[in-house]
Each structure stands twice: as C-alpha cells, then as structure tokens.
C-alpha cells in the first residue's frame, strides 16, 4: 500500500477574537479606581480588536498585554492575546495567556479548548489532554474541543479514544471536512480499510480540493487493485495541491502497475525533484530507486 512520508495534522483553534467579556468576579478595588482601570483596560482591549482587523497583528499584541495588565480580571485580554501570540507562532505565551485567561474565568470553556490546542501543537500531549476534558466538561458540544483531543488520542495511538473524539466531532461540526480525515488514518492504522475508505470520501464531499484524503483514498484503491480509481485520486490529488509529491509518487505506482512506464518515469522525476525540494531525503531515495525500477521494465 502506497504510505505517506508524514501525516499531517490539521488543528482547531477558534479564530474569533472576543470583545469585552464581563467575567464572573473581579477583584475587589475602590469603584471609582474599578471605573477607571476597567474603562482604560476595555479602551486597549478594543484598540487591539481594531488592530486585529487592520492585520497589525504585533501591535494588537502589545494592546491586548496592556489591557491584561490594566485589569488581570479582564478574561478576554488574556484569551486574545492568545490568539494573537499563537497566530505569530508564539506558541508557549500563547499557551500562558491562554491559562490566565481562563484563570480569570473559570469556565471559560473556549480558553481551555485553546490552551489544549497549543499545548498540541507544542506536542505536549498529556496537558493537552486534560485541558480538552475540561473545556468538554464545561461545554460538551464544542466541536473544536472534541476533534482536538482526537488528535492528542492519534498521536498517543489510544485508537479507540481517537474514534470516538472524532466521530463526536463530526456529529457536531457537520461542514468540517479535518475529522472525517482523520477518522480516516486512524482506521487505516487498524487496518479497517472499508471504513477509511468511507471517511475520507466524506472529508472530499465536504472538501472537494483535500489533497490528502484524495491520496489516502488513493492508497486504499491501490491496495485493493483498483488502479484505475486509484489513478483519478492521486490525479485529483494533484490538481489539488500540484506541489504534492506523494500524489506523483502514487501516480508513479499505478503507471508501473499499467505498464505504462514513461508516464511512471515522469511522474516519479517530479515527485522526486518535489521531495528532495521539501526535505524528505528518504522519500526522494525511494521515489529514484523507483524511477529506475521504471526505467529497467521500460528497456
């Protein structure tokens, strides 16, 4: 079966930023002094919305930290600032603002679906996944929290967490094509190839242009014999994302299986050539040593 070199992983974050959020409890201060540092906090908090806007994300940064610093209270300052720091891939002060804010709001449920996410991305899976539990804790229906904490149950190869994360997710998020995915891998790592087969072709029918469930659907046909069909997947792969290799290499596997042997020869020239370009020096090793196995039958 064709293989892919690296698997990739597609996170959920919530990419709304949020606007003044009255949180449960604010420490105890005179009114008059509250009055000014809450107006003076929300003032930067909204410049930095605006800036979010206008795309100056590291100025909405440096507004966000004033407003947190104004009024530590203020949850949305922190969960913000969280979004801004994870969006330049500052990943660990995402992930502290991310805590603060749901320090100063307690059931804060999207503030732990976000800092589980960028513990993910930081591949710290077990932190990662106590904060998912709770953000499901507090809302049981958020989307991004279950598909999410499919990821970490991938990555630590709890195959039947995975399963039931995912297929949560996609109950509650409908239109997203990244659970059906990866549902997908997760079946093929059981060897379950019928049912893969059925949630990468879901992944495609809600996103036509996804190269990879095109390829992993390419890989099972493949396996299976059905060349023909495998052929128009990693074609449609292709077309999907022409700076693919493992489509070309794919395509490679197929023309050979046809006999077809100077379509395999151009095919795998250029899934090498894109290998070696992204830094996979093994894969453009076997694409070659394909590449010639293409050439010998050829001769």
Do not use: C
Request: proline share 5%; net charge negative; glycine share 6%.
């Amino acid at each position: 079966m064709v293989t892919a070199s690296t698997v990739a992983r597609f996170l959920w974050v919530n990419l709304s930023f949020l606007p003044i959020l009255v949180p449960a409890s604010l420490p105890a201060i005179p009114l008059a002094q509250a009055q000014t540092v809450s107006q003076t906090a929300e003032e930067r908090l909204n410049q930095g919305l605006q800036f979010v806007q206008q795309g100056q994300i590291n100025e909405a940064i440096a507004a966000f930290r004033q407003a947190a610093e104004l009024n530590p209270g203020l949850a949305p300052a922190h969960y913000n600032l969280g979004l801004a720091l994870r969006q330049q891939g500052q990943l660990q002060d995402a992930a502290t603002a991310f805590y603060q804010a749901t320090q100063a709001e307690p059931r804060f449920a999207l503030a732990f679906a976000n800092l589980g996410a960028a513990l993910l991305e930081g591949n710290n899976f077990d932190q990662a996944d106590d904060y998912l539990e709770r953000a499901i804790a507090l809302d049981p229906n958020l989307g991004l929290a279950h598909y999410n904490l499919g990821l970490v149950r991938e990555q630590q190869q709890d195959w039947n967490g995975a399963i039931a994360a995912f297929q949560r997710a996609t109950e509650l998020s409908p239109s997203a094509p990244e659970p059906h995915y990866h549902l997908g891998l997760v079946y093929l790592q059981q060897e379950q190839f019928e049912q893969a087969a059925t949630a990468f072709s879901q992944a495609i029918r809600i996103s036509p242009n996804y190269p990879e469930a095109h390829y992993n659907l390419g890989s099972i046909q493949f396996s299976q014999g059905d060349f023909d069909n495998a052929l128009e997947s990693f074609r449609r792969a292709a077309e999907a994302n022409s700076n693919y290799p493992n489509a070309y290499y794919g395509a490679g596997l197929v023309f050979i299986q046809q006999r077809q042997y100077a379509s395999a020869e151009r095919v795998l020239q250029y899934a090498k050539d894109l290998f070696a370009a992204q830094g996979q020096p093994q894969w453009a090793q076997n694409a070659e040593q394909l590449l010639e196995q293409a050439q010998s039958l050829a001769e």
